[in-house]
């Protein structure tokens, strides 16, 4: 485990941003990769975005094109801006660390990661 605290969430209008931020106090994002995941109430936590630490991402369908993913490295800060919200990206938000596991395969699943930031909420209204 390694202590990932997350911030930033908040209550928002559909269209409006947020930027999301993950500390952590060692060098885990140069060894394997980070994620953002999110659970909507009633609904199983999905993968939003990942990194890996040669700075490749990925991102879930859903938020293509919106969200955007990034390393701070020298102050290892993880953050994900959130634009043009929409109701739909109501959720508690969490960061992760991920295993040495194969990024394309594995960035979107919760197996994939061993240690969870306490959660951030998000609620977007229309």
């Known amino acids: 485990q390694v202590p990932l605290v997350e911030s930033g969430g908040g209550s928002v209008q559909t269209g409006e941003s947020l930027r999301l931020s993950c500390e952590t106090s060692d060098s885990t994002y140069r060894r394997h990769f980070m994620g953002w995941f999110r659970q909507a109430p009633g609904k199983e936590r999905e993968g939003v975005a990942a990194?890996?630490?040669?700075?490749?991402?990925m991102y879930a369908e859903t938020v293509k094109g919106r969200f955007a993913i990034s390393l701070e490295r020298a102050k290892n800060i993880l953050y994900l801006q959130m634009n043009n919200l929409r109701p739909d990206d109501t959720a508690v938000y969490y960061c992760?660390?991920?295993?040495?596991?194969?990024?394309?395969?594995?960035?979107?699943?919760?197996?994939?990661?061993?240690?969870w930031g306490q959660g951030t909420q998000v609620t977007v209204s229309s």
């Open positions: 990194i890996r630490s040669d700075g490749r991402t």
């Open positions: 992760a660390a991920g295993r040495p596991m194969s990024f394309d395969s594995w960035a979107f699943s919760e197996r994939a990661y061993y240690s």
